[in-house]
């Protein structure tokens, strides 16, 4: 397959490649070298794009609804408001990646390491974040409603004004994280650990907790939903 002069296969050296708005569904990209590629507007619907690498690539407003990136590189990517909806991203590199306003409903982000990422506003309602390292993330108004984030790096993150409802916390890691006005009713909290972190006027009706969940110092939280034991 050949798009705008460039030949379109796994392992291929696209390396500053211009394929904007490019039709690639379905493409298999794996192993591909796509550093620096300019893939704004273009659809990689259901593409294939395991252990590529896509450093300093341009994505903005692509699709990659149900993609597979697992093992992917995608450090200082650019995916501002990209369409990710059920695509794999499990232990991909997103380190610094600038995702804002991106659709990640459903995606598989578990153990995907997203340091220093911008995910403002970005949508992760549903999607799977186990495992992942999340610290110094910026999550600012970012819905991650029912994501599933046992065991997850906040450290040092962003949450203002986030909606973490019925997400599952267990045992996430949230230190030093800033939580300001954030929504985190009917989350399960046990095992989690908020010290030192910044819990002004967030919400926490419903949530589950016990004793192994770690408050700030002084923080009065409100009772486990009547439950006390993690089922």
Do not use: K
């Not at 659809?43 to 699709?63: T, Y």
């Amino acid at each position: 397959m050949e798009i705008n002069g460039y030949a379109i296969e796994a392992g291929a050296d696209l390396a500053g490649a211009d394929l904007s708005g490019a039709d690639l569904r379905a493409v298999d990209l794996s192993g591909a070298w796509l550093g620096g590629a300019v893939l704004n507007g273009s659809d990689l619907s259901d593409a294939r794009l395991v252990g590529a690498s896509l450093r300093h690539a341009q994505c903005q407003q692509a699709v990659l609804a149900d993609a597979d990136l697992r093992l992917a590189n995608l450090w200082h990517a650019d995916l501002t408001e990209a369409r990710l909806g059920g695509a794999i991203l499990s232990r991909c590199w997103l380190g610094s990646a600038r995702l804002v306003g991106a659709d990640l409903r459903s995606a598989d982000l578990g153990g995907a390491w997203l340091t220093g990422a911008d995910l403002t506003g970005a949508l992760l309602g549903g999607a799977t974040l186990a495992g992942a390292t999340l610290s110094r993330t910026c999550l600012r108004e970012a819905d991650l409603t029912g994501c599933f984030a046992m065991g997850a790096d906040f450290r040092g993150s962003v949450l203002n004004g986030a909606i973490l409802r019925a997400a599952n916390l267990t045992g996430a890691v949230l230190r030093g994280a800033a939580l300001i006005g954030a929504d985190l009713s009917f989350a399960d909290l046990v095992g989690a650990d908020f010290t030192g972190a910044q819990l002004d006027a967030v919400r926490l009706d419903g949530i589950r907790h016990d004793d192994t969940t770690v408050w700030p110092d002084g923080f009065d939280p409100p009772s486990s939903g009547g439950l006390d034991d993690h089922e």
